[in-house]
């Protein structure tokens, strides 16, 4: 009796805790599918991402290996138009053992384009979120795993 009580208590709490959470599925987006006036530069890091109503893919200058890399994301609007007016970051972490909260904060390179520098303290697989503000909107993340040499 008191297990079912317990039980049906912290269902309860959950789905109060869930209900004004959204979710968003994002929608892989190959390179080929920029606009033909936006460009990559450096490498793509897989595939890019749609979450809402954003499209956003995230490169890497060089083949991400331990050490100083340099991020960038590129960052569409619904219409395939670059977003200028975000506040964009990239929170950084191995998928296998967490080093922590490491947030970079990146600098508008123009055209949608936001670079950071980040530092891979090992090789391995790592995910990379991209966290992007914009005034009077919720945030949205966008999370890119990959193998770091």
Known sequence: MKRTLLLMM?????????????????????????PADVKLNGTALGNGLRVGDYAIWLTSADAPERGTAQLEAVVLDKDNRPVTDATVSFDIDMTNMSHGKNVIK???AG?????????????????????????????VNARFNFNVK
């Open 10 to 34: 912290l269902a309860a709490i959950i789905a109060t805790g869930c209900a004004g959470a959204t979710t968003t599925t994002p929608e892989p987006l190959p390179a080929n599918s920029l």
């Open 106 to 108: 990146t600098t508008a």
């Open 111 to 139: 055209d949608g384009h936001y670079a950071g520098e980040v530092h891979f303290m090992m090789g391995g697989p790592w995910r990379v979120i991209v966290v992007i503000e914009r005034p009077n909107q919720a945030p």
